[in-house]
């Protein structure tokens, strides 16, 4: 039957894209549908061109900061060329054409579960045993008044620029807002953070908010914490932000970086019995959604990261070929892509004794304790914290505000997930010298808290 495959994934993201390969790689006949481009948010929009575009500033922050190092200079031209490049050039032929030429069937169009084991996309009506839903999620754009007139970006225009404008306001202190305010005001723009928690990324420990508050500052970002924007207007040109407390911003741009949601709206899904919540599609710890149906990624609200995503579509599609494999979510890592970079991993200390957990804790200053920021950097910078649960005596979370976090942060990642005892990693050896060998100083340093 030329419409019937073993399985259908609707949405191609990176959390589709996994699913696809892995179920075709094992011989099953996959179609594959996708509304908007093969490769979804992160390939263009998101993780890929953000972290391209943060790397020409951070490398020239990078040589300020290194000893014997001229300054480079940034040439946006150059570096807008190299972000279309990794994006394709928001082209997904050439991605389409290399899954067709493997045997999986692309549709483009938007996939409707039209009930269990059938898929309806631009007037064809697909049959499976198998639909897994792949669809990510959409930035949340909050209802301000006069923002639809006045224009806005979110994470799609901000990562696709032409230009750098003069100056921008932004919309949120998480981890989108943060690492775009950075890239723009390293380009010269005036940038302006608001964020109507107190503090930046709120889910964090407090230590790494001030710190990473302090490093922004220092670069001339301004913030504007425990506020909320009232209004958006547009004059002369310019956006104008009034908030909550009177203030009014000013900017050639207003970037919208609050979270972003699921989507779940027009998929059908109360046609094989799904409601989706707040948070979006409910998973078991096979990713399972329904009987025949899974969901993965974004469109889950387990957690929205890329990795996270791609580890859901390993677990499904393991559980579809057979395999006894079950999601958890223990040890997955978080990282901020500013500079330095900000990576933590596990519970926070708040969550920690909100569980009713016996703590012991250390903070350790990496230039105080290790020989890496000084071999590194100039004026080296860097923050360590760590958590133990002292009655089982194992790493239950770490944070890190410091050069290359994000590469050195995965120690901690792997003795969360296995529960090593503190007394193996106060046995382990890191390299001399590297950022790495800070974990031992901070486990020798761990103390209770009362």
Excluded at 115 to 121: D, I, K, L
């Amino acid at each position: 039957m030329p419409n019937r495959y073993d399985a259908i994934v609707i949405g191609a993201g990176p959390a589709g894209e996994v699913v696809v390969t892995r179920l075709s790689e094992r011989g099953m006949r996959v179609a594959l549908i996708e509304r908007e481009l093969v490769g979804g948010e992160c390939a263009y929009y998101a993780c890929i061109p953000s972290k391209t575009l943060l790397r020409a500033p951070e490398v020239r922050s990078e040589a300020e900061r290194a000893a014997g190092v001229e300054q480079p200079g940034l040439e946006w031209d150059k570096l807008a060329a190299y972000r279309d490049y990794m994006i394709r050039n928001l082209d997904d032929s050439g991605e389409i054409e290399s899954y067709r030429s493997s045997g999986v069937d692309v549709y483009k169009g938007t996939g409707t579960i039209a009930g269990p084991g059938a898929v309806e996309v631009s007037g064809e009506l697909l049959h499976t045993e198998r639909i897994i839903v792949a669809t990510g999620s959409d930035a949340l754009v909050p209802a301000l008044d006069g923002l639809d007139e006045a224009g806005y970006w979110t994470n799609r225009e901000a990562t696709t620029l032409s230009e750098v404008p003069g100056s921008v306001v932004v919309l949120g202190g998480g981890p989108v807002g943060i690492e775009l305010a950075q890239f723009l005001r390293r380009f010269e723009a005036r940038v302006t953070v608001v964020e109507a928690g107190e503090r930046l990324l709120a889910r964090e420990d407090p230590a790494v908010s001030e710190l990473l508050a302090g490093t922004l500052r220092g670069e001339g970002i301004e913030l504007r914490l425990g506020v909320q924007a009232e209004s958006v207007s547009r004059t002369n040109g310019e956006v104008r932000v009034r908030l909550d407390g009177g203030e009014e911003l000013t900017g050639n741009r207003l970037l919208i970086a609050v979270g972003r949601r699921p989507r779940t709206g027009g998929l059908g899904l109360e046609n094989v019995g799904i409601e989706p919540g707040e948070r979006g599609i409910e998973v078991d710890e096979h990713c399972r959604a329904a009987e025949g149906v899974w969901a993965v990624g974004d469109v889950t609200g387990v957690m929205p990261f890329t990795h996270v995503g791609k580890y859901q579509a390993r677990v499904a599609a393991d559980s579809i070929l057979g395999d006894d494999v079950r999601a958890s979510y223990d040890g997955i890592p978080r990282v901020v892509f500013s500079d330095p970079e900000v990576a933590a991993v596990g519970l926070t200390r708040a969550q920690a004794r909100e569980r009713g957990i016996s703590l012991s804790s250390a903070r350790l200053s990496l230039p105080d304790e290790i020989a890496r920021p000084w071999t590194y950097e100039q004026e080296p910078r860097g923050d360590l914290g760590l958590i133990a649960d002292r009655e089982r005596q194992v790493l239950i979370g770490a944070w890190a505000v410091a050069p290359l976090a994000s590469e050195w942060i995965h120690q901690a990642a792997l003795a969360i997930k296995t529960g090593t005892p503190l007394a193996v990693l106060r046995d382990t050896v890191a390299q001399f010298p590297t950022f790495t060998e800070a974990y031992l100083k901070a486990l020798e340093a761990l103390e209770p808290e009362g």
